[in-house]
């Protein structure tokens, strides 16, 4: 399944009449405003953390960065520390990086190469690629061990084309459940492994709650105010269509000014015939819930956002760019390295509020977020984490009441 060129065609309507909108939607209920606590609370922050972040499925690696059988890569920020490895059958393994001896990090490292195996730092017991434990020294000084109950502890893992996704609930739907029209919609992405190339990446520490970065991608009303200087000069703010989708994900267009194409804009191969030429009407993008944005620039050079919770007021943001077009060493490398660099400022710009926002709420000065009908995704993102949590179990004063139910289109 792909995009019927019915929804293409309405998507693009969205965008378009919403230039037109002069008042606010009358069928459309006032949104209630968000506690400010949220974004900064303690206790609910590790709700989100244990009961969100632990049980969806999260983007943590693009393929590329784990080329080689026997690359591993270290993924710390989540609840449980994560070690992604590339097996001999061109797969990808998630285990907790946990040694089944005493718990030793089996990786220290971000990234690296392990070879056939991975042995522990600490006593050096091995385990294979599969997790499998191996070996371990000294035999007797152990009564017969059960090598079999002592592999590594799995993690589910799965690839979405080039994308690595994990999940730490046992109990989670499959990734392309969970995905519900998202992936209806960008199914050709599954097939893109090997030409959707990871050309650039981006990872730094940000001093906000993770849903402050995540909010900013996710409407297009601050477009005009804070990339008046860059975005704001190809894009029309007020021609944003929004749908929102099933399970907490959302679609975006922000049109072009004047019916330009982004495609003159940008010199890369396309990728996808089932999204049509949307990618090229202006930013098109998807939110996967809880913290991924996937962003189109034209039709082949593509960047994902994930921000990720550290603490009440800290968060890792991270953005994987890529292309159609793989890094050469020639005039590609620069044409992704200049993309690359043309977005990442555009988020920068973003990421220069943000810090204010937060110390309003750090320090109490800020009650509730009024959101308006622009920013429902908003709104949506915090219903969504309020249903995955269990409501009952959100601090009362910081629940927000579902109100989206009727506006949810898939
Ligand atoms: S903790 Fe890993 S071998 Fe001892
Ligand atoms: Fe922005």
Redesign the pocket.
């Known amino acids: 399944m792909v995009m019927t060129s019915s929804l293409i065609e309405a998507v693009k309507q969205r965008a378009h009449a919403e230039r037109e909108r002069t008042s606010h939607p009358a069928e459309f209920p006032e949104l209630p405003p968000v506690p400010a606590a949220r974004y900064g609370d303690h206790e609910f922050f590790e709700l989100e953390r244990r009961e969100v972040f632990g049980r969806s499925w999260l983007m943590v690696a693009h393929v590329d960065e784990l080329p080689d059988t026997g690359d591993f890569r270290l993924i710390d920020h989540l609840a449980k520390p994560i070690v992604l490895l590339r097996t001999e059958d061109g797969g990808v393994n998630a285990f907790l990086n946990t040694?089944?001896?005493?718990?030793?990090a089996?990786v220290t490292d971000a990234a690296g190469h392990a070879g056939r195996r991975l042995t522990?730092?600490?006593?050096?017991?091995v385990y294979g690629l599969d997790g499998a434990l191996l070996g371990?020294p000294e035999t007797q000084n152990f009564p017969p061990l059960d090598k079999e109950c002592l592999g590594l502890t799995p993690v589910r893992c799965e690839t979405w084309g080039p994308l690595v996704f994990v999940n730490l609930d046992d109990g989670a739907p499959t990734l392309h459940q969970y995905l519900g029209q998202v992936g209806e919609d960008l199914s050709e992405l599954g097939d893109l492994a090997g030409r959707l190339h990871l050309v650039d990446r981006t990872a730094f520490d940000v001093d906000v709650n993770w849903k402050l970065p995540v909010d900013a991608n996710i409407e297009t009303y601050h477009v005009n105010t804070v990339h008046r200087d860059s975005a704001a000069k190809v894009l029309d703010q007020a021609a944003t269509g929004i749908q929102l989708l099933g399970q907490g994900h959302s679609r975006m267009l922000i049109t072009m000014q004047n019916g330009q194409s982004m495609g003159d804009l940008l010199p890369f191969p396309s990728l996808f015939d089932g999204v049509g030429d949307l990618p090229n009407a202006g930013t098109f993008s998807y939110h996967v819930f809880p913290n991924l944005s996937i962003v189109f620039s034209g039709l082949g050079f593509m960047f994902f956002i994930t921000n990720w919770p550290s603490g009440p007021n800290q968060s890792q943001y991270h953005v994987h760019f890529c292309s159609s077009v793989p890094s050469n060493g020639d005039d590609s490398t620069q044409l992704n390295t200049q993309f690359a660099q043309i977005n990442r400022s555009v988020l920068l710009e973003d990421l220069s509020v943000l810090p204010g926002m937060q110390r309003s709420i750090d320090t109490g000065s800020l009650d509730y977020v009024r959101l308006g009908y622009q920013e429902r995704r908003i709104y949506y993102l915090h219903e969504t984490i309020d249903r995955v949590i269990g409501v009952e179990r959100v601090p009362e004063e910081l629940r927000v009441p579902a109100v989206l139910g009727d506006f949810i289109e898939s």
């Open positions: 040694c089944k001896h005493r718990g030793a089996l522990c730092p600490y006593h050096s017991w371990y």
